[in-house]
């Protein structure tokens, strides 16, 4: 009378999906929690991924793979993946103020100035917002704004309260000190007044509610930065560059800047990368090419892209009608670089939320002097991992296929008197070690270091 019940359960729709792994979170989708509302109807099977930015740049591979392992379930004839996302943070940036109902804040910083910081960070905020996320833009580059002429931004803020209301273009809200002064008046200020300047910005301006909040940053690491570091709790931080030797070597100090405090690096952004004619379409390195990510690799951060040297992209930013925001023209390989950059950009943000989150302790002492090395932990707790061990479980890219786990170093290549020549921390979630074979590019993280057999292997 009512038909023979289905074949296909919850539970075996959920097991097919274990097989379905996130190559930057290195878990599989059920595990992380993305899979919701499974609905089955007879052989109709229909289901949501949530993932954790609408910028995924996997997410048409995780679809695709989703809906290929339900297909094999005896009994199932069509499956339906929707696709969703909901920003995630580890914890909200502030109890109360301007930034209580922002989930992520990210600094854009430079090592020097004239690297296109502040390019980078309009069409960076642009492009997160055409992926559908909630996007707000600080410029804190107090002595020198440039944010409002990129935007075409007119007028002054208003008042609600005791909040500034900030202004909002391209779907973007900003605030910056161009928007409280006449253009040609110029900035005099003391480090004091400017820092004073940045932490009003923080908690005294009404940014709502967001998924990213990026902060241009002015060059250099002095007073303004280091009070941003003190006032707000990043997410983590973007260093632009160009490929010249200098700018480069600058940008790694900065780099190092906020690793001492440690505030994690999401990745590096390489502009005026390369010029691409407009009229024969052939490249030319201009300053070099590659360096950026050359840097990047060495350091053991993302390389999340690069920018060519584009006149469009320069008389887009002095007409206020950024590059990204192109509806219904041609898209230029400007435009679809901050695209691509915005993708790795919020992966790099997941990553860093889901192991901070992860990250219920944190080591008050490692001891690396002699292997193996200890760590105590905050708790009390202390764990011991020899060398050797703990570098065959590098979970680097270059060690560990990021979509099936499986195992790409070699036992054999690695010495029996391999050692850990630096160990420095990564934000609030893991440490980073350069080895003495030449390794750098693993992050263990302190759920993995807490666990005393993850590090246990066959030698």
């Known amino acids: ?62 679809k695709k793979d989703a809906a290929d392992a339900v297909k094999k379930i005896p009994g199932v004839t069509n499956v339906t993946v929707t696709m969703t996302a909901q920003v995630r943070a580890p914890q909200p940036l502030a109890t109360e103020g301007g ?21 980078v960070s309009v069409n960076l905020a642009l492009a997160l917002a055409r992926t559908g996320a909630k996007v707000g833009l600080m410029d804190a580059d107090v002595y020198g704004p440039s944010v409002p002429t990129m935007l075409g931004g007119l007028g002054r803020p208003e008042s609600r309260g005791q909040y500034i209301v900030p202004l909002e273009r391209y779907g973007v809200k900003f605030m910056s000190m161009g928007l409280l002064t006449d253009k040609n008046t110029p900035v005099i200020w003391r480090g004091p007044m400017a820092t004073k300047l940045i932490q009003q910005f923080l908690s005294q301006v009404d940014w709502g509610d967001l998924d990213y909040l990026l902060i241009d940053l002015p060059p250099g ?47 590096m952004v390489e502009n005026m990368s390369y010029f691409l004619c407009p009229h024969c379409n052939e490249r030319t390195e201009v300053f070099r090419h590659g360096d950026g990510a050359r ?65 219920k302790f944190t080591p008050t002492t490692i001891k690396s002097d002699q292997s193996p090395i200890t760590i105590v932990w905050s708790d009390g707790k202390e764990t011991k991992h020899p060398f050797r061990e703990l570098r065959l479980q590098c979970p680097c890219a270059m060690c560990v296929d990021e979509w099936t786990g499986a195992k790409r170093l070699d036992p054999a290549t690695i010495a029996a008197d391999v050692k850990p020549l630096e160990i420095r921390p990564v934000g609030r979630y893991a440490i980073q070690i350069t080895w003495s074979d030449g390794h750098g590019s693993g992050i263990y993280s302190f759920d993995r270091l807490r666990d005393d057999t993850a590090v246990r292997v066959a030698t």
Request: glycine fraction near 10%; proline fraction near 6%.
């Open 1 to 62: 009378m009512f038909g023979k019940p289905s074949a296909v359960t919850e539970e075996a729709v959920k097991q097919a999906l274990r097989s379905v792994r996130d190559p930057d979170l290195q878990l599989d989708i059920v595990r992380l929690g993305f899979v919701k509302k499974v609905d089955i109807r007879g052989g109709d099977v229909a289901f949501d991924i949530e993932l954790t930015t609408p910028a995924c740049p996997v997410k048409d591979r995780l």
């Open 99 to 119: 930034l209580a109902h922002v989930k992520n804040a990210v600094a854009i910083a430079s090592g020097k100035g004239g690297v296109g910081k502040s390019t």
């Open 295 to 359: 840097a990047a690799a060495e350091l053991g951060v993302p390389f999340l892209g690069e920018v060519p040297l584009d006149p469009a992209l320069v008389l887009a930013g002095d007409a206020g009608h950024p590059i990204v925001d192109v509806e219904g023209q041609k898209r230029t390989i400007s435009a679809e670089a901050f695209d691509s950059i915005s993708k790795n950009l919020a992966a790099q943000i997941s990553i860093v939320n889901a192991k901070t989150a992860a990250a």
């Open 221 to 267: 690491t002095g007073d303004v930065q280091l009070t941003l570091v003190q006032s707000a709790p990043l997410t983590g931080a973007v260093v632009v560059t160009t490929p010249q030797d200098v700018a480069v070597g600058i940008t790694i100090r900065g780099l190092k800047m906020f690793e001492q405090v440690r505030v994690p690096i999401l990745g």
